[in-house]
């Protein structure tokens, strides 16, 4: 079994990315468990964890390129920009223009307007319920508190925006559910400055019909009552990859805004982490709008990384709701918590090695006993690299015939090399066990 590794973890909807955390740390039994950056809670897919001396591995992966599949829904905003915010509730003038632009809607036209102004680097406003820290407090702290944080634009990349499909509905909204818009510039929101106005003329077809008018009426017969209304809304499936730090749910607010009916995230799974890559790739349209599935054979491939032939098990999660007492209130509350589907041992012999999962995520070399050793101790040593590279030792055995191989004689990370003068690297991270808990088997 590993003392160390990298733990690829299907995370479910409605829970945190620190409570599947939590759940690692107690399978294993220990606290030196992390993650490679955070899912929402209403976000499913790919978790990147490690445990033990991988966990300084994952410093390199937070800021690898991610790969998503979600779906957006065009025609209702919300405060969080996601679906588990308050809807900002459209006036009757809104919800015909959004009625008819909805209708006009095709998605070749969509793709244009993705390409043109989605695609490439741009500039995006975090979403007010993210995590981004504004005078020392997280912008959701002030977001619930009521208070509007001053957020800045951030740069990021968008390598591939593409629209997998459209699906027309209208929808029931209560006015519990939402928070009241003055009028029609309230409910598209600011998002509209960012995305750069309302010029939609070249991306849509008039011709392009997808359904009934719901100005005309409801398709299940149904009227408006005083606490409810029904607005037309375009549910679409897409696949996005880009940087990290790159919101999915600003691009969902940001589309919304560009063509002046509102947008926000209703599911969004995460496919891909670096080299890493969880699910079939070739069937993003279902795994957009489909929770993540606990219940998958033993014996199927979930993650594949990229230009290899390694093949490894995906770690499952079940979501647990329990009830507490409100230490404030002292009323009863319900509270999800994750649980590992797979036992320690499972775990153990699932996660990747820290040698495996450094040479999946970057570049790497192999290495002589010296230069193992030499990198034990923190010395530079004569290799050129470019970028951080991982350092591989593979023990060589001149064992006899009857001898069988083990875990020592695995490739094992010793650090992670950085340029330095000329053609020398230097260890940037030391895995200092690496090649001293092999030495001292062979005594």
Not at 150 to 178: M, Q, S, W, Y
Not at 213 to 231: T, Y
Not at 270 to 293: D, I, K, W
Request: with cysteine; charged share 25%.
């Amino acid at each position: 079994m590993a003392e160390s590794g990298i733990l690829l973890v299907d995370k479910p909807q409605g829970v945190t990315s620190h409570d599947v955390v939590a759940a690692v740390r107690g399978v294993l039994h220990t606290r030196h468990v992390g993650h490679a950056g955070t899912l929402d809670p209403m976000a499913t897919g790919l978790l990147v964890i490690g445990f033990g001396d991988a966990t300084r591995l994952l410093r390199y992966m937070v800021g690898h390129d991610k790969q998503y599949v979600a779906t957006i829904r065009l025609g209702l905003a919300t405060d969080s920009d996601d679906a588990d915010g308050r809807i900002f509730r459209p006036d009757a003038t809104v919800r015909k223009r959004v009625a008819d632009i909805v209708k006009t809607i095709s998605l070749d036209g969509l793709q244009t307007l993705v390409d043109e102004f989605f695609v490439g680097a741009i500039e995006q406003i975090p979403s007010a319920f993210s995590s981004v820290r504004v005078n020392g407090k997280h912008a959701y702290e002030l977001a619930r508190n009521g208070e509007k944080p001053n957020l800045a634009p951030r740069e990021v990349t968008v390598h591939k925006f593409d629209i997998l499909g459209l699906r027309n509905d209208d929808v029931r909204i209560h006015d519990a559910d939402c928070r009241l818009a003055v009028d029609s510039a309230d409910y598209v929101g600011e998002a509209a400055d960012v995305a750069g106005g309302n010029d939609i003329d070249d991306h849509i077809d008039d011709h392009h019909d997808h359904g009934h008018d719901p100005a005309d009426g409801h398709a299940d017969g149904h009227a408006d009552d005083e606490s409810s209304v029904r607005v037309s809304v375009l549910d679409v499936f897409v696949r996005v990859s880009c940087s990290s730090g790159t919101y999915i749910r600003a691009l969902a607010r940001d589309l919304g805004a560009r063509l002046g009916i509102g947008g926000h995230l209703v599911a969004l799974r995460r496919t891909r982490v670096g080299g890493f890559l969880v699910g079939r790739e070739e069937s993003p349209y279902e795994s957009s709008v489909q929770p993540a599935n606990p219940q998958i054979a033993d014996d199927a491939p979930l993650c594949t990384m990229a230009g290899t032939e390694v093949r490894t098990h995906v770690a499952r999660v079940r979501v647990v709701p329990r009830e507490l007492t409100d230490r404030k209130t002292g009323k009863l509350i319900v509270r999800n918590r994750a649980v590992m589907l797979e036992d320690a041992e499972s775990l153990l012999k699932s996660a990747l090695s820290p040698a495996v999962a450094a040479s999946t995520m970057m570049n790497s070399i192999d290495i002589s006993a010296k230069e193992a050793e030499d990198l034990s101790y923190g010395r530079i040593i004569t290799r050129h690299v470019s970028d951080p590279t991982a350092a591989i030792y593979e023990p060589r055995h001149s064992s006899a015939p009857s001898e069988s191989a083990t875990a020592t004689s695995s490739p094992r990370l010793c650090a992670i090399l950085v340029p330095y003068r000329h053609d020398s690297a230097k260890p940037q991270t030391v895995f200092s066990n690496a090649f001293e808990e092999w030495q001292k088997k062979q005594k």
